[in-house]
Nanobody, 116 residues
């Protein structure tokens, strides 16, 4: 079983930057792909970015060129560097991990608010 804890959210002005972190614990050796999702009030939870165990990445069109996902396997941590933030990026950001058996783990989320 894998436990995930997100951190790094907060209030930032439009055009600013934040870096989110997601620390994994437990059966971390079984983790395959890791993901960042976000959910704005009244909306569904959407995929933001993904990184495979080999380091290949994918992004939602809305964040391409602004967000970067990365992982440090030695620290069992995945990051989301968010630049040029917009008010529409405001949401709760969740970390998700899928292990080699296909089991899914979610973190509790961290709030990101982009506002002047």
């Amino acid at each position: 079983q894998v436990q995930l804890v997100e951190s790094g959210g907060g209030l930032v002005q439009p055009g600013g930057s934040l870096r989110l972190s997601c620390a994994a614990s437990g059966s971390t050796g079984s983790i395959n792909a890791m993901y960042w999702y976000r959910q704005a009030p009244g909306k569904q939870r959407d995929l933001v970015a993904a990184v495979s165990s080999a380091g290949s990445t994918n992004y939602a069109d809305s964040v391409k060129g602004r967000f970067t996902i990365s992982r440090d396997n030695a620290k069992n941590t995945v990051y989301l560097q968010m630049n040029s933030l917009k008010p529409e990026d405001t949401a709760v950001y969740y970390c998700r991990a899928v292990d080699v058996a296909g089991f899914v783990s979610w973190g509790r989320g961290t709030q990101v608010t982009v506002s002047s």
